[in-house]
């Protein structure tokens, strides 16, 4: 099992490119089920989770074919509407399947999820709204059975934001008989950015990036070409590790505009942005203000940012009060960084964060994707060696990590 070994003290400095989402990218290979012709999308990152997924649609007997961050994909024969459970349980963005697989073929069996380490994660918005769209959908043996002759139109409120849920169901309702209105939708970017993508294919969607978006259903999809978004939460983190260690960097194929609640709070905690057409660059402060957050659906704090500001923050001055209100379970990274001296303390959903003197490098385990970014940061302000044990969950979501952290100055090296 791979490990980071990061010699903490050193303050960042140059520059790297940003890769394509990881939460648009997803959602994209998943649209490419909607139509018969083929689907090139380019700026897709190179990740487990992208490859996992790929993994996935070749044995529904999608052909795929990966040049550099282009992907090539043909669905023209679905041979096998189904999503096991050996490969959903290892990428919970899977079920992204669903909505496609029954507006496509009518049929889908997809492993229910399971949960993970932030939380029970269920999908019953999913399930809730392609019922309301005509199908029947049974769940059984830990599988979804979905069956459907033609989805119909509907209007779907969702009872809470989801961001999966949402795309599943404009996926889902692009091929439906009529009009579909999603009420309380996600705003996420990446929504957009899957929206951007089913118009390109002939998609009839109106008002995403809002909380209601109107999908009029067509007899098919075509064939198009479309380039992932940046990464903005990658390009977050990388901006909270440079502001940890006072350091100077400038980011590139990147965009601010997505980031505006980010950037705000890096600002209140001192850093100096500069932000340009397709690059931001952040100068850190000696010493961080401590800046309190609390996550909620876009354009608000992301949660995806969370861990990473729990980071910053344990090396800032003063005290800083953490809310996550998006999942039950995500503060697994806080006694990881307590391990290396961070004085916090949680209390249900709130995390209270008092910023210390320096950290000291100690051995961590990583638990997900964002707590183990936020492990990273922390061992680059830390003093000494800190080891970053299960890195795999880093490498679902960080392109090329050590080698844009190496551009950037850190001394981090991968060891077995
Ligand atoms: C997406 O997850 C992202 N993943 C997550 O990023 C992100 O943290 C999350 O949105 C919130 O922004 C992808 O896009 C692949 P939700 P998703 O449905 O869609 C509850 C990362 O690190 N809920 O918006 O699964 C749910 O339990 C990952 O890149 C239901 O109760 O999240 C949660 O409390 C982590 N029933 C809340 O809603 C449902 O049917 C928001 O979840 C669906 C969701």
């Known amino acids: 099992m791979d490990k980071l070994l990061i010699t903490g003290g050193a303050r960042l400095n140059g520059e790297t490119a940003i890769s394509g989402a990881k939460n648009a990218a997803l959602p994209i290979l998943c649209a490419a089920l909607l139509t018969r012709e083929p689907v090139t999308i380019t700026n897709v990152p190179s990740l487990n989770d992208t490859r996992t997924l790929l993994k996935l649609l070749e044995e529904m007997g999608v052909k795929t074919q990966r040049e550099g961050d282009t992907v090539r994909l043909d669905a023209g024969e679905i041979t096998n509407p189904m999503a ?21 073929c009518g049929q889908a069996q997809v492993s229910l999820p399971g949960g993970c380490g932030i939380g029970a994660r269920p999908v019953d918005q999913h399930i809730k709204g392609l019922q309301a769209m005509g199908a029947e959908i049974r769940v059984e043996h830990g599988y979804m059975h979905a069956t459907a002759r033609r989805l119909k139109g509907a209007r779907i409120f969702t009872d809470m934001v989801t ?18 209105i999603i009420e309380n939708a996600a705003r996420e970017p990446e929504v957009v950015d899957l929206a951007n993508c089913l118009i390109s294919m002939g998609a009839q969607i109106s008002g995403a990036g ?16 479309h380039a992932v978004m940046p990464d903005r939460i990658e390009t977050g983190t990388y901006l909270c590790a440079a502001a940890a260690t006072g350091g100077d960097i400038r980011l590139t194929n990147t965009s601010a505009a997505y980031l505006d609640a980010v950037v705000d709070k890096l600002m209140d905690a001192g850093c100096d942005i500069t932000i340009e057409r397709d690059a931001i660059r952040l100068k850190g402060p ?8 609390r996550t909620a659906p876009y354009p608000a704090f992301p949660t995806d940012m969370q861990a990473q500001f729990m980071a910053i923050n344990c090396v800032a001055n003063g005290t800083a009060v953490i809310r996550e209100t998006i ?10 960084l307590q391990r290396l001296g961070a004085d916090i303390k949680i209390d249900g959903n709130t995390a209270v964060v008092t910023g210390v003197q320096r950290l000291l490098g100690a051995t961590v385990m990583a638990t997900d994707l964002r707590a183990s970014a936020s492990l990273v940061i922390a061992g680059l302000a830390a003093e000494g060696e800190t080891l970053v044990d299960r890195i795999y969950h880093l490498d679902r979501g960080y392109e090329k990590l050590e080698t844009k952290l190496a551009a950037l100055g850190a001394n981090v090296r991968r060891v077995s």
């Open 84 to 104: 096991s459970y050996e490969l959903v349980k290892t990428m919970r963005a899977s079920v992204l399947v669903l909505g496609p697989l029954v507006a496509r």
């Open 163 to 180: 961001v999966t849920g949402t795309e599943n169901l404009m996926m889902a309702a692009c091929l439906a008989d009529g009009e579909t």
């Open 210 to 225: 809002t909380d209601k978006i109107r999908i009029r259903g067509v007899e098919a999809l075509h064939g198009a070409t």
């Open 286 to 293: 000696a010493r961080l203000n401590a800046v309190s957050i």
């Open 327 to 336: 999942f039950e379970n995500r503060f697994m990274h806080a006694v990881e």
